[in-house]
């Protein structure tokens, strides 16, 4: 039995991962990102406090071993927590700003790093949320431009272009959620509005209201309203803003940002990647300071499948005041059920063996396995049945192992240094020299 909201992953699991890592590592290696990997065990004081009360529920503690923890045994549970001093990472950004201090004689900056690894969250199991899932992040530290933002956005569409997934990119910036705040006379509660807003396309309208209503904001005026409902492009929707906002401080750096950004991206187009601003996104105000993001797959049953944005200050908790950084993420388990949902995958994805060697004896073994290192030797995946059997015993296994040749090595074979080669789809088959079988496959 598996703790719930894991997962066994089989080998046509692995090789559709395989074939979504490898799509996403080009684009990000395409746009100078190099890997690292940090340690799935973090101190507790490196995760806690990062993600909000929400975050340091979910997070996995790791209680001590040996004869610390027998020397717990008969305390409180608040005592024991306490005194937890390990943590399964929660996600790889925080550990990432904490390795960038701790490295930071061995790192040039800008210095841009993708991570792909497994992060733990003692979530509720669901549809598209696990226990355990795969991050595929790509952040910048060092100076500070808009063109990183407008860099992450072309890392998105490139990818989900290649893996044939039509998306849509929503887009926010945390100034302007502030001002939209200050606006609707919430300025003094803006975590409570940000919420309740984040909550729009769950619990709609009147479930937001009735939200704020508890948390002390006052109704919220028509046009404020008719703002914040608002979503569309930033050539459409950045005039509007504009105006509306033009004489609150706060949201001075949203607007000017944006306005850059609509400027790079006007040159520079997403292709047929749909970016939409939505003032209602409101995720990750934990630590994002600036661009948000958030990514959906259009046509397919799931939440998002991407997510990130600006954290102008995140090392500083851990020495390091004043690096910007920026950040995407891609959900590495569910673009998988995306793309199984949309039938995304190629037909040819599994690297099942091209070529089964049958085991007639231990004679044909022996050429059958000199033969498949030679064919290995070309680049092509071979695959020797381990012992005699009965024929249709070894072509059961081939069709079931979805491998479309089977090679037989009988006496007659033998004698005259041929092999027959069997097509398993249409059972034609045919004899011929063993020095020709790599040409007869290739």
């Not at 937001?208 to 028509?222: H, L, N, S």
């Amino acid at each position: 039995m598996l703790p719930k909201g894991t997962r066994d992953l089989l080998p046509d699991d692995m090789a559709k991962r395989k074939y979504i890592v490898n799509a996403i590592t080009e684009v990000f290696e395409q746009h100078a990102f190099r890997q690292i990997e940090t340690p799935a065990i973090e101190l507790n004081k490196t995760l806690s406090g990062k993600y909000g009360e929400e975050g340091d529920r979910l997070m996995f503690k790791v209680l001590p071993r040996g004869e610390k923890l027998n020397s717990l045994a008969n305390q409180s549970i608040e005592f024991i927590k306490s005194n937890i001093e390990e943590a399964l990472r929660y996600d790889l950004t925080v550990p990432f700003a904490r390795m960038v201090v701790d490295q930071r004689n061995h790192i040039n900056l800008p210095f841009k790093r993708y991570q792909i690894q497994n992060v733990w969250r003692a979530d509720r199991p669901q549809k598209g949320r696990f226990r355990e899932f795969t991050q595929c992040d790509a952040d910048v530290v060092g100076p500070a431009g808009i063109i990183q933002e407008a860099e992450l956005l072309h890392i998105y569409h490139r990818s989900f272009h290649t893996l044939n997934i039509p998306v849509e990119i929503r887009l926010n910036h945390r100034s302007l959620l502030q001002g939209l705040a200050e606006l609707a006379g919430a300025s003094d509660k803006l975590v409570a509005f940000t919420i309740g807003l984040d909550k729009l396309d769950k619990i709609g309208w009147n479930g937001v209201e009735e939200e704020w209503r508890q948390a002390g904001i006052p109704d919220i005026q028509p046009e404020v309203k008719e703002l914040l409902l608002t979503k569309g492009t930033l050539e459409k929707l950045l005039p509007i803003l504009e105006k509306a906002l033009e004489s609150i401080p706060s949201a001075k750096r949203g607007l000017l940002e944006l306005r850059q950004l609509s400027s790079i991206l006007s040159n520079a187009p997403l292709g047929n990647t749909a970016l939409k601003l939505d003032l209602s996104l409101a995720r990750g105000l934990n630590y994002y300071t600036g661009c948000i993001f958030e990514v959906s797959a259009l046509g397919a049953d799931m939440g998002s499948i991407g997510g990130g944005g600006r954290y102008d200050d995140l090392t500083g908790i851990f020495g390091w005041k004043d690096l910007s950084g920026v950040g995407i993420s891609f959900g590495l388990d569910r673009i998988q059920l995306v793309m199984e949902q949309l039938n995304s995958f190629p037909n040819d994805i599994g690297l099942n063996a091209e070529v089964l060697f049958a085991n007639m004896d231990e004679a044909s073994s022996i050429i059958g396995f000199k033969l498949a290192q030679e064919l290995r030797s070309k680049g092509m995946r071979c695959e020797v049945y381990p012992v005699a059997a009965k024929m249709k015993k070894q072509i059961d296994f081939a069709v079931k192992s979805n491998i479309p040749f089977l090679v037989i090595l009988g006496e007659n074979e033998r004698l005259n240094q041929e092999v027959t080669l069997r097509n398993l789809a249409t059972g034609e088959q045919s004899s011929f020299s063993q020095n020709d079988l790599y040409e007869k496959l290739k």
